[in-house]
C-alpha cells in the first residue's frame, strides 16, 4: 500500500528467492512519480521461462522467453471495493530465470535488475512506449527518475534495454 492507496499484487508460486517488497516498492515509486490515480492496482507475475515463452508466442508471435511482458488492461475496471474506486493497471509477467540469468552475464545485482524490469513495465501499463526516438526518450527519462528514486543508478538500464521486453 502506497500513501495514495495503490496496490501491487506480486504472484511467485513457484518460491522464487527475491525480494517482493522490493517489486512492490519499484512499482509504487514508479506510480506515485507518474501522479497515477489513487488506488491503482497491478499484479506482478514472477513466472519460469516456459510460461513466458508461451505469453511471448502467443501475443507477441515471439517464440522465446524475455525478460518481462507486460499486459495493460483493456479498460482498466473502475469498481467500488471497501468504499474505495480502484482502477486496474494491468499484469506484468517476470521470467525469474531469464532476467536472473540476464543479471548475472550483464554483472547487475539481481534485486536491481527486477526493480529496473518492474518499473519499466509499470510505465508501459500507464501509456508510455518506445517505439518513436521521442516516446524512447520520454520513458527513459521516467525510469531513470525511478531508479534513482529506488537508490539504483539509473546506468543500469541501456543494457538490458538492449534485450527484448515488452
Do not use: K
Not at 512519480?33 to 491503482?40: D, I, K, V
Not at 546506468?155 to 538492449?162: F, G, Q, S, V
Amino acid at each position: 500500500m502506497s500513501e495514495q492507496g495503490s496496490t501491487v499484487d506480486v504472484q511467485n508460486e513457484m518460491g522464487y528467492a527475491l525480494d517482493e517488497a522490493r517489486l512492490r516498492d519499484a512499482a509504487l515509486t514508479t506510480l506515485a512519480q507518474q501522479n497515477a490515480e489513487p488506488h491503482s492496482t497491478l499484479t506482478i507475475a514472477v513466472v519460469d521461462n516456459d510460461t513466458v515463452a508461451g505469453l511471448n508466442q502467443r501475443f507477441r508471435g515471439i517464440d522465446a522467453p524475455t525478460d518481462i511482458l507486460s499486459f495493460p488492461s483493456d479498460e482498466p475496471t473502475i469498481f467500488v471495493e471497501d468504499n474505495s474506486v480502484v482502477r486496474y493497471l494491468g499484469d506484468l509477467i517476470i521470467a525469474y530465470p531469464y532476467a536472473s540469468a540476464q543479471a548475472e552475464r550483464l554483472g547487475h545485482a539481481l534485486m536491481d535488475s527486477l526493480a529496473l524490469l518492474v518499473a519499466h513495465g509499470t510505465l508501459h501499463l500507464l501509456g508510455f512506449d518506445h517505439d518513436t526516438d521521442e516516446n524512447r526518450a520520454a520513458m527513459w527519462t521516467a525510469q531513470a527518475n525511478a531508479l534513482t528514486a529506488l537508490g539504483i543508478a539509473p546506468e543500469i538500464a541501456p543494457a538490458l534495454e538492449d534485450s527484448e521486453h515488452e
